[in-house]
Each structure stands twice: as C-alpha cells, then as structure tokens.
C-alpha cells in the first residue's frame, strides 16, 4: 500500500545515497540547519486520484526543497548551481524511481530558486532551491 510517509522515505533514500554529508529530513524543519534537504508536504498541485480504473494509480506532486546559507555572497549560490544541473538533484531523485518499491515511477518536472527567510535571524535570508516531483504510485 502506498503512503506518503514511504513516499518521502523513498525520496530522502536517493538524496542520501547521492549527498551523503548533507542532512536530508522527510519533513519540513521548523529551524533548519543548512545546507539542508527537505521533502514539503503535497505541492500546491496536490494528488491526482484515479488516474488508472479501480483506484489503480495516483499521482502525487511532492516538493523537495534545498536550504543553503548566505554567509557568503557566492558559496551559496555555486552550491544550488551544481545541485541545479540536470546532473545533481533532479539525477539523485530518479536514481531509484520506484523509491524502493513505493512508487511506479516518478519524474522530477520543474526547479527554482528563492529566497527564504531564516526565522533564527531577523532580517537575513538563506537560498533555497525547490524541485517539484511528480511520482505514479499504486493506488489504495
């Protein structure tokens, strides 16, 4: 049976395997230590239900989002540069595209850049990148 949890278990297991001195959680942190992994709750796009007869297959938009910090004016921004290549992030999330065998497949569809608020801080930023995946799971 497919759920979110394993859903974002499978997605945190890639980006461990690829950057294994970055600290990868399956939820969103409250007070984030970057460099840092995140896997957000269901997108804005959220889940397509029924995409197969008999509650075959959904769809669920996730999004993964990288925080960084901005001690420097280019250390950040070179890290997200790599991470942002067709052969960082987007490669280490369809390293495994079953997620361990929760999934059927899954594309990563879209990244971006942005600013974040750091809540310790007042008044600073860090720089966050978000990948948006949308991964075919086995329906319930």
Excluded: C
């Excluded at 197969?52 to 997200?80: E, F, S």
């Excluded at 497949?105 to 990244?111: D, F, G, M, S, Y």
């Amino acid at each position: 049976m497919t759920t979110i949890a394993g859903l974002r278990a499978g997605l945190a297991a890639n980006l461990t395997a690829a950057y294994p001195t970055v600290a990868v959680n399956q939820y969103v942190l409250a007070d984030a230590s970057p460099p840092v992994f995140e896997i957000d709750t269901i997108s804005d796009e959220g889940i397509d239900y029924d995409l197969a007869n008999a509650r075959g297959l959904d769809g669920y938009y996730i999004t993964v989002r990288a925080i960084v910090g901005l001690t420097t004016d280019q250390d950040a921004q070179i890290t997200l540069d790599g991470w942002l290549d067709p052969a960082g992030v987007k490669a280490a999330l369809e390293a495994d595209k079953t997620l361990g065998g929760v999934a059927q497949n899954l594309r990563v569809e879209h990244a971006e850049v942005k600013p974040m608020k750091n809540q310790a801080v007042p008044n600073s930023q860090w720089l966050a990148a978000e990948w948006r995946v949308y991964i075919y799971a086995a329906g319930n």
